[in-house]
């Protein structure tokens, strides 16, 4: 069984930072790409950044310059630094997973964490 745990989120004020963090199940032994989305009640879930295994990463235009996303595979975390952030930012954010291999099988996924609540205050 495939788990991600999310932690990290909060509230801060304009201007400030957070780091998000997203951890999965143990029994995991490699995951092809990671990432974060983020979705506000009532609107499709959005990409805010991924990273795959070898540490490509890809961003949203509305981050870019202020969210860096990273990974440690040995542990199978990703991460999210956010500057800068700014009341726009506010949203439940996702990990999610593609591409897992596990107990010798292979599973595409997505697997999506259970969200961790960032808010940013003007």
């Known amino acids: 069984q495939v788990q991600l745990v999310e932690s990290g989120g909060g509230s801060v004020q304009a201007g400030g930072s957070l780091r998000l963090s997203c951890a999965a199940s143990d029994n995991i032994f490699s995951i092809n790409v990671m990432g974060w989305y983020r979705q506000a009640p009532g609107k499709q879930r959005e990409l805010v950044a991924t990273?795959?295994?070898?540490?490509?990463?890809n961003y949203a235009d509305a981050v870019k310059g202020r969210f860096t996303i990273s990974r440690d595979n040995a542990k199978n975390t990703v991460y999210l630094q956010m500057n800068n952030l700014k009341p726009e930012d506010t949203d439940v954010y996702y990990c999610?997973?593609?591409?897992?291999?596990?107990?010798?099988?292979?599973?595409?996924?997505?697997?999506w964490g259970q969200g961790t609540q960032v808010t940013v205050s003007s």
């Open positions: 999610n997973a593609q591409g897992i291999r596990f107990s010798g099988l292979y599973y595409a996924g997505p697997y």
């Open positions: 990273v795959t295994s070898r540490d490509t990463t």
